[in-house]
């Protein structure tokens, strides 16, 4: 009989290992010695490698998206540009603190490493799964923001959606360097700060006059 934090124990050893070598180079041996496991306890739990990652990517991504669901649902109409953005973008930078203003139930940097990793990488389950976690919810956002800016097409916004999603990784994994080449005008520690800044820059993107063809 399993012990009962038997997956828990899973799931931490694969989030730790892929985020620190990738999902490629991460062996199930390293992985059942890291997380004091045997071959079968993975396979009763996960049944395959590729299940064991997604379980591990989707334990980062739902407190995320719970709390951008929420933030939608507390909405009322006439939607503005500004909250649907900041409700985008509030849960990750949140769930990438610890402590105070820390997002509830999220697990702190993990899945900026973790999620970069995997995406340089591309595993053949991952464009699925990304539509499995982002498309409905994508597709909310996106409803929300034609109705608060109607001269946006639907595809214009999909493609802000989608540069917001890099600028806001972008910035999560890589906020000291902005510290470092600013020479210390910019606070990579201030998450307060940088959470205004980004919210304040996608908005001017969501809000900016539709493309001309």
Same mark, same amino acid.
């Given at each position: ?17 892929? /985020? ?9 041996? &390293?992985?059942? !010695? ?7 306890? %993975? ?11 997604? /379980? *591990? ?6 407190? =995320? ?5 929420? $933030? ?7 939607? /503005? ?16 603190? %610890? ?22 990488? &591309? ?7 990304? !539509? ?7 597709? $909310? ?10 001269? =946006? ?6 493609? $802000? ?23 210390? *005008? ?20 969501? /809000? ?6």
């Amino acid at each position: 009989m399993a012990k009962p934090d038997t997956k828990d124990q899973i799931l931490d050893a694969a989030e730790d290992l892929f /985020a620190e070598q990738g999902f490629a180079t991460t062996s199930l041996r &390293q992985l059942t !010695s890291r997380a004091g496991v045997n071959l079968a306890a %993975v396979n009763y739990h996960f049944g395959s490698k590729d299940e064991l990652a997604k /379980a *591990v990517l989707q334990r980062l991504i739902e407190p =995320i998206n719970r709390e951008r669901r929420q $933030r939608l649902d507390d909405m009322s109409k006439p939607f /503005a540009i500004d909250a649907i953005v900041r409700a985008f973008i509030e849960p990750a930078v949140r769930s990438q603190q %610890v402590g105070p203003g820390a997002l509830p139930e999220s697990r702190g940097a993990g899945l900026c490493r973790l999620f970069g990793r995997i995406s340089v990488e &591309q595993p053949p389950f991952l464009r699925e799964f990304i !539509s499995e976690q982002f498309g409905q919810l994508g597709k $909310r956002f996106v409803a929300m923001l034609s109705e608060a800016a109607p001269g =946006i097409a639907a595809e214009t916004l999909w493609w $802000r959606m989608h540069f917001t999603v890099g600028a806001m990784a972008h910035t999560l994994a890589n906020a000291h360097v902005v510290g470092q080449v600013s020479h210390g *005008v910019c606070d990579a520690d201030d998450h307060e700060g940088i959470l205004n800044q980004l919210t304040a820059f996608a908005i001017g993107g969501f /809000a900016a006059p539709e493309v001309s063809r």
